[in-house]
């Protein structure tokens, strides 16, 4: 299977090298990196590749921690998709080349190889390129694989040829997966737990948001928010959910005057019917563009609430809140990003819809960063025991790095380049 694969990829290339080679030479990053023609820095220690956009964020979390720890070690980055690039020359630091992969023919593979002379080869989750694993093995450049994972579907296919899947995956040296699950797949090709880790999903391991406590305290001024005062910030908020969210703030208010609520709708077209429905209630909307953005601003009292009116602010609004809530989850809709108020270091409640995100609810209940609530009635009573100290969250801080899925892998590479 792997000779025939060799064949036809070859053959592949000699039909689109015409192509590519114009394209190459007309400057096209793309076909430049495909062709193994970009401008591949040497020396590269490490070679990491990521396919799209968030294997491109995870192999940048993996990067920071690396470099922290060894500042001179060299790197090269590669990524499948416009959009894997585009995010790569963002968030990879400047002396880091990026370019794209290489079609995975053994001979341009080769020539990436020869080129990049790396020590180890990082390739993250899903992608297995049996020429490169061949080349690679012919080089003594041993393979590591991080956050890697194996759905069900793909195990379905990679089990009509077991017997390629067994010889590819022997070439890699270690495989730092995501669940156990995985790891039975794996299993199932020969990876044996001596070459395995199961370290968890490394897209958790975002770099908490820079935090002031100086920045943090002039956004509670400019909303009229006192250090006494207690800020619940519901974000992403859906129809329904902002009369949920209401109804537990005035069912509060009597025991907690010190109660803020400030409500950011999904959609920001929507602030006029929010503004109505906080007026139903007998509470008074203030937009956050009239209130925070104009000189002489006043202090909150506990009959308003504040609109979030336009885009862009809500990262700094969780920060400066003392608990947040995230909206697409008390309605069936499968939630929004409940880790955005995670990363600025502010706990967070949500409700049960969570199918969009499940990863990442599973993932707050077990590091503690916030919770599940079923309903407006357990929302209401953990707001209640929030306030009173009787029930406690962590905040998550960048000395959890330390413990994460990524330094798990990191702290491998480290040694094994000779590093640690």
Known sequence: MILLYRLITYLIYLVIYPYAAVKSAGGSNMWRGRLAQANLRQPATLWLHAASAGEVRVISYLLDYLKRRDPSLSAHVTVMTPAGYQIASQVVDPGIGVSFFPLDVP???????????????????????????????????????????????????YRLIRGSMRRILSGYERFFLKTKDDLSRFSHFGVGQDRVVVAGDMKFDAPVSERSEARRQ?????????????????????????????????????????LRLCLAPRHVNRVSEVCALVQSTGLRPILHSEH???????????????????????????????????????????????????????????????????????????????????????????????????????????????????????DYILKRLGHA
């Not at 080869?121 to 012919?138: D, G, S």
């Not at 001024?221 to 949920?244: K, N, Q």
């Open 218 to 258: 002039q956004i509670r001024s400019d909303l009229g928010i006192t250090s006494e005062m207690f800020l619940l910030a519901a974000g992403s908020t859906r129809p329904g959910e902002e009369e949920i969210l209401l109804d537990c703030f005035v069912r509060l208010i009597p025991a907690f005057p010190q």
């Open 107 to 157: 001979r341009v593979v080769g020539r990436t190889l020869d080129a990049l002379h790396p020590k180890l080869i990082v390739i993250a989750e899903t992608e297995i390129w049996p020429n490169l694993a061949v080349e690679a093995a012919r080089r003594g450049v041993p393979i590591v694989q991080v956050n890697g994972r194996m759905t069900v579907k793909s195990f379905g296919k």
């Open 292 to 410: 925070c953005e104009q000189p002489g601003n006043t202090l909150l009292t506990n009959t308003a609430v504040i609109i979030i009116d336009r885009m862009g602010l809500l990262a700094e609004i969780y920060s400066a809140a003392d608990l947040a809530f995230v909206g697409g989850t008390l309605q069936p809709l499968g939630g929004h990003n409940l880790l955005e108020p995670v990363w600025s270091g502010t706990p967070v409640l949500f409700g049960p819809s969570t199918g969009n995100v499940r990863e990442s609810a599973d993932y707050i209940c077990r590091g503690e960063y916030g919770a599940e609530v079923r309903d407006g009635d357990m929302l209401c009573a953990f707001v209640r025991e929030i306030i009173e100290g009787k029930r406690r969250f962590r905040r998550k801080q960048d000395s959890d790095a330390e413990r994460s899925a990524t330094a798990i892998a990191g």
